[in-house]
C-alpha cells in the first residue's frame, strides 16, 4: 500500500491564496526553492484537481522553470467533472469518484501519491481518512480580508501528530503531521 501526501501553502491564518497575493505569498527563497526540487525529484504520481491542473499547465512559456518541467516529466491524475482532456503530457482525466479511485490507486500504484494545492481534493481525501501525511507549508503573514480559500473550511476533524517541523529561509514554517486515527479531544 502507498502513501498519500497532500502538501498545503498557507498563511499563518489558513487561507490558500489572497486576492493581492503573490506565488508563495511572496516569500520565495532559496531553501523552499530547495525544497520544492527535492520533493520533485522523489518518486511520485500527482493527485490533481482540474483548477490546479490548468493553473500549472497553463503557466506562460516564459515562467517554466525547472520544477515544472519536472512536473510535466510526472504521472498525473486530475480529477473533474468537466475537463475531458490533458494537454500536460503524462496526464490522464479521470471522472471516477475521487474517494474511489484514490484508494485504488494507493493499492495499486508503484510510487507514493502526493497533492499539491487541490483544496476540494484535499479535503476530501482528508474528510475520507485516506491521507497519510499533512504537510502544511505556512507562510509568515495574515492574508486577512484579501483571503480567499481558506484551506481548512468544511475539513472532517481528525487528531495529527506532529512527525516533523522545518523553518525554510528563516521565516517559512513546514509542519508535517501525520494523522493517528483516534479522536480528537473533547470538553
Request: hydrophobic letters at 40%; one cysteine or more.
Amino acid at each position: 500500500m502507498q502513501t498519500l501526501t497532500v502538501d498545503v501553502f498557507l498563511s499563518v491564518d489558513g487561507w490558500a491564496k489572497g486576492t493581492t497575493s503573490p506565488g508563495y505569498f511572496g516569500y520565495f527563497g532559496p531553501e523552499l526553492e530547495e525544497w520544492i526540487t527535492g520533493e520533485l525529484a522523489l518518486p511520485q504520481l500527482v493527485v490533481l484537481g482540474r483548477r490546479t491542473y490548468e493553473a500549472l499547465a497553463d503557466v506562460p512559456d516564459e515562467a517554466r522553470d525547472a520544477s515544472w518541467q519536472r512536473m510535466a516529466e510526472l504521472n498525473k491524475v486530475v480529477f473533474s467533472g468537466t475537463l475531458e482532456t490533458a494537454s500536460w503530457p503524462n496526464t490522464r482525466v479521470c471522472h471516477d469518484d475521487l474517494i474511489t479511485e484514490v484508494g485504488r490507486l494507493k493499492s495499486e500504484s508503484d510510487v507514493p501519491l502526493r497533492t499539491m494545492g487541490s483544496l476540494s481534493v484535499a479535503r476530501q481525501l482528508c474528510g475520507a481518512g485516506l491521507v497519510d501525511r499533512l504537510r502544511l507549508m505556512t507562510f509568515p503573514l495574515l492574508v486577512g480580508e484579501t483571503g480567499r480559500e481558506p484551506f481548512f473550511a468544511d475539513v472532517s476533524s481528525a487528531d495529527l501528530e506532529l512527525v516533523g517541523h522545518r523553518a525554510l529561509d528563516g521565516r517559512v514554517l513546514l509542519l508535517e503531521y501525520r494523522p493517528t486515527g483516534h479522536d480528537i479531544p473533547r470538553a
